[in-house]
Every structure is written in C-alpha cells, then in structure tokens.
C-alpha cells in the first residue's frame, strides 16, 4: 500500500509498505527504452523477486543479462566498479533514454548513481534504498559519489533519480545493528524538525516485526529531508544542517578506521556530543530522552580509551567546514539548530570530557 508520495524538484518519492507495483505504475517504466538494474546478490536474494515483478506488471521484463550485480561493501565504492558498470551498459546498448534502476543500500545507491549521473553524460534513475539509513538519508537529494583511496565520497555529482520507492518491507530482511544505525539519522530528523517529531522518534521501538504501522513516523523523516534538500540541492547554506552530528561522527570513524561504528553508530554518538557541546554554549533544554533512545542501540565501545586530543583534531577535516573553520551544527532545541563556526576549543574539549565519561558508565550499565 501507499502510504505517501511527493515531488522533490523532477522526483517523485513514494512511501509505503509492499507498494512497489503501485509506485511503478506511476513511473512507466516502459516508456524509457531500456531499464538496466544494478544490486548486490544478496539484496537481489531477499527483494529482488518483489521489483521483477513490480516491473512486469509494469510492462518491463527484468532479463539477466540486464541485471548487474556489485560485491558488498565500501571498498567496492570505486572508481574500478564505476568504470565495470559504466562498460557493462555500453556493452547492452543503454542509451541516454534508458533507465537505471538500483536495488540496495547506501554504496550501491552512491556507486550507482553516480554511474547514471555521467553515462552519456547522465540518465534517468530510480532507487529502491533497502537500508533504513538509505531511506532516511542518501536516497534523498541526489548526492552520489564513489571513494579515492586518499577518502570518501571525493568524488561525485548531484544528481536526483527521478524515483524513489521507501518501502518499510525491505526493513524486515535487515540485521539488528542496521536497523539500529539507520535509526539514528531518522533520530536527527526529529532534532531538526522539532519537538512532535523528536518526540515521536524517541518512541519508535528498537526492533518490531511490524515495519509497516512505523511508516507515517518514518515517512515523516524523509519529508524533513526532503524539504531540506528542496530549499537548497547543493548544500550551499540549509543543507549544511544535515550535518547534525556527523562533524564528530566523521571523525569517530576516522579514528577508529571504519572498523568499530556504522557510519549511523557514529552519528548517533555524534548527536550526544553537539547536545552537550550546546548546554555548554548556554542551551537551556535537556535534550530527555536522547541519551536512552542512542545508547541502548550502540555496538560496546571503550570510549575511555580514545585519545580525546586526536578524536578532536580528526574533526578538523570536516568536509564541510570553510576556510578552516569547522562549521559545527549545535541544535539547542528540537527544531532551533544553528550552525557555529570557531566553537573554542575548550568548550569542545570538556565536552567530549563529558561525553566520554556518560558514554562509558551508560555503555557498560546496558551490557
Ligand atoms: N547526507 C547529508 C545530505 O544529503 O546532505
């Protein structure tokens, strides 16, 4: 069923639960002259039989040779895999009239769009996030990229698929742990909105066999999103505020060489840490709540064991700070989030004092 659709600039983004057919035939896929799927076998394995046929009952035959499979994980977010793709689909014949349609998380949905933002110097696609981090976050607004070996995401394009289908079915075939991560960027999307949201997030269940009653509160995450992007798609001022959590997050991951967090882990203690960074910048609210909805849903960690002075340092790459400034996005209540350059160091430092010492009673107290 459809829960909800809307346009964001030349998409369209459909909400639901076991609504793939529905949101296709509001595509017509049949009109583009080819459609070329790219996915990861195992996604393909759990989902892949519901899009095949989504698709014939729209008209479109999901043939082998037309379907493309890329490895799992960040390492494949290359330039190598790129350059596969982009042979394999001059090999079948795609043309600019084509379509692209990508079935999977977020590496896929970079990878691959990324692909159809430059094949003849770009074409039509439509994703299918399969992750929830992917449907909160990187199926909305375009941003595609693959990785350089000197980092993430360096290079890349903005470049909207034409649809999105956020289906909570796909929900029910993720781990535990991804559930979790993705959570904590619909948890961000509260913080951005304002209290109703906030609110309504911290009372989404850790785990539920019953992806489809959450929909109206997700749906209501990717709509903060997609309003965001829609007032500004190139990140030159609004969008910055996604970045909620992610300036320590980025440096979390950093220093513990991807291997420790999911980028939304990450997140979710980077959403605790701009919370305390806030109070110490005079916030008054409290932030209920935020501690107990993160914590229980972290990996263990030894946050006692980071080297504060590092982690700090690492934050100084942010991508998205200017002239090296770091552009901190402090939220001092749900929906009242300003974005801070030159947050002085002490300030930053005895917050992270503070996080660490939280983190590692409130870590170890639910293990
Ligand atoms: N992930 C943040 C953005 O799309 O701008």
Redesign the pocket.
């Known amino acids: 069923m459809l829960y909800d659709q809307f346009e964001l600039h030349q998409s369209r983004i459909f909400l639901g639960s076991d609504c793939f057919a529905e949101a296709l035939a509001r595509c017509e896929p049949s009109a583009y002259s080819r459609c070329f799927f790219i996915s990861q076998e195992q996604v393909w394995g759990f989902h892949g039989q519901a899009l095949a046929e989504a698709f014939a009952a729209s008209g479109v035959t999901v043939s082998e040779d037309h379907l493309y499979f890329m490895p799992d994980g960040e390492q494949f977010k290359s330039l190598a895999t790129f350059e596969a793709i982009q042979q394999w689909l001059v090999d079948r014949g795609a043309d600019r009239r084509s379509l692209l349609v990508v079935l999977g998380g977020g590496v896929v949905g970079d990878l691959a769009g990324f692909v159809a933002a430059t094949y003849m110097r770009g074409m039509a696609w439509l994703y299918v996030p399969t992750t929830l981090l992917a449907q909160q976050?990187?199926s909305?607004?375009g941003?595609t990229a693959v990785n350089l070996p000197q980092g993430k995401n360096l290079v890349g394009q903005f470049w909207e698929p034409r649809a999105v289908i956020v289906d909570s079915a796909v929900l029910g075939t993720l781990p535990q742990r991804q559930i979790n991560a993705g959570y904590m960027e619909f948890l961000k999307h509260g913080m951005l909105q304002g209290e109703a949201l906030y609110q309504d997030a911290l009372a989404v269940p850790t785990a539920t066999d019953d992806w489809a009653a959450q929909m109206p509160v997700l749906a209501r995450g990717v709509r903060v999103?997609a309003d965001v992007?829609a007032q500004d798609p190139h990140?030159k001022n609004q969008?910055r505020l996604?970045?909620l959590g992610h300036t320590l997050a980025h440096a979390l991951e950093s220093y513990t060489e991807y291997r420790q967090f999911l980028h939304g882990e990450a997140v979710g203690i980077g959403l605790l840490y701009v919370a305390m960074v806030a109070r110490r910048l005079g916030s008054t609210y409290a932030w209920p709540g935020l501690m107990e909805a993160v914590v229980p849903r972290l990996p263990a960690c030894d946050p006692a064991n980071w080297d504060q002075t590092r982690l700090l340092d690492l934050t100084r790459r942010d991508k998205k700070g200017v002239g090296g400034k770091i552009a901190w996005i402090i939220p001092h209540r749900p929906g009242d989030v300003e974005i801070i350059t030159g947050i002085d160091r002490a300030v930053l430092a005895a917050s992270l004092e503070e996080l660490v010492a939280v983190l590692g009673d409130r870590v170890a107290a639910v293990r």
Do not use: P, Q, T, Y
């Open positions: 976050d990187a909305i607004g941003k999103k992007v990140e969008r996604l970045n």
